[in-house]
């Protein structure tokens, strides 16, 4: 089984244990968020989506994420959250940090060689400050900004034409992107 369907399965199976236990206890409470944000850094300006859902006890949130970064490459994080609310009203301050694996999807456009390059997944973090607004039956807005970092690794594979006679050799190169970025979310919890 593949590391992505290994994290994928084990991501559902937490969301059912989870969701079914939270049913069942009321100090805890399942919660879903669901975040559009742009980011900022070096390369320009890209859009984000992302979704989380997890177990809130009291004033802390665990759960698990994906989404879509379209920032330089676009890619999928698949990654850990955890939440920390300050305050005792419905409406409160947050931090939050987001720990996984970033799975490169590049898209044609970005590809240089096409067929031959491979990016390998890599680290994805993403920490900040939040506030969340109480609406209507447990559903709150939600605005926050942070630091986020994505690693992209492009590894290009080709056959170099011979100078003067020489047999062709492959060619191996390996560029890293450490893309560190300003991430500004808004989004809805229910």
């Excluded at 850094?41 to 698990?64: C, E, H, M, P, R």
């Excluded at 970064?69 to 939050?96: C, M, Q």
Aim: glycine residues 8%; proline residues 4%.
């Amino acid at each position: 089984m593949s590391l992505k369907k290994y994290l994928l399965s084990a991501a559902c199976l937490c969301f059912i244990i989870l969701n079914g236990y939270s049913q069942k206890n009321k100090t805890l409470r399942f919660h879903s968020i669901n975040q559009l944000g742009l980011l900022n850094g070096q390369v320009g300006s890209a859009f984000q989506l992302q979704t989380v859902n997890g177990i809130q006890y009291k004033t802390w949130f665990a759960g698990a994420g994906v989404g879509l970064d379209y920032y330089k490459i676009r890619s999928i994080p698949l990654f850990f959250d955890a939440r920390k609310e300050f305050g005792k009203t419905n409406n409160v301050f947050f931090v939050y940090a987001d720990i996984g694996i970033n799975f490169p999807s590049a898209t044609d456009k970005e590809k240089v060689y096409l067929a031959n390059e491979k990016y390998p997944n890599r680290m994805y973090v993403d920490a900040g400050i939040g506030y969340k607004l109480k609406l209507k039956n447990n559903t709150a807005l939600l605005f926050s900004a942070g630091y986020s970092y994505k690693k992209i690794t492009e590894q290009s594979y080709g056959i170099v034409p011979p100078p003067y006679g020489s047999p062709p050799f492959d060619s191996f190169d390996e560029i890293d992107y450490n893309l560190e970025r300003l991430s500004i979310k808004i989004g809805i919890e229910f």
